[in-house]
């Protein structure tokens, strides 16, 4: 039950359509994580710090599941990793794609949580869709947050 659980939390899918490319990074390693905290931060709210936490909890939901996909595709996913950032109106994608076009994510099952590996349930747990897919010689991990309680 647990597995079948686990891998319904992470179907296959493509991410909804119309958004809009805001930038892509690459990435060669997790210390340029802190990096593409800050660049989607201001991106998103105008200021690579939080400054209003009340206001700018979407933003950091977003900067969270962008830091979990990322850090997954970095340590199992295999270069070259690259974290795109797409808006539609109010909806914000994050979509992170690496080399290991035959390893879907896998969410960790029947592990001690203090052991970790349990980012991709956190990640399905603070979007409003996700998914992932893959194409020859690439995977994209996705997520989408809300983010119409932020600035506009």
Request: glycine share 10%; net charge negative; charged share 20%.
């Amino acid at each position: 039950m647990e597995r079948r659980v686990a891998v319904a939390l992470w179907q296959s899918a493509r991410p909804p359509h119309a958004f809009t490319e805001v930038w892509c990074q690459e990435l060669g390693g997790l210390g340029e994580l802190a990096a593409l905290r800050a660049r989607l931060r201001a991106s998103m709210t105008g200021t690579p710090t939080v400054q209003d936490p009340e206001r700018d909890h979407w933003s950091e939901q977003l900067v969270l599941i962008a830091d979990e996909l990322t850090s997954n595709a970095l340590r199992h996913g295999g270069a070259p990793v690259a974290a795109v950032l797409a808006r539609r109106d109010d909806q914000w994608l994050i979509a992170v794609r690496d080399a290991a076009a035959e390893v879907p994510p896998s969410p960790a099952q029947g592990r001690d949580p203090g052991l970790g590996g349990f980012g991709l349930y956190l990640v399905a747990d603070l979007s409003t869709a996700h998914g992932w897919y893959a194409e020859p010689g690439a995977k994209t991990a996705w997520a989408v947050v809300d983010g119409s309680d932020g600035p506009h």
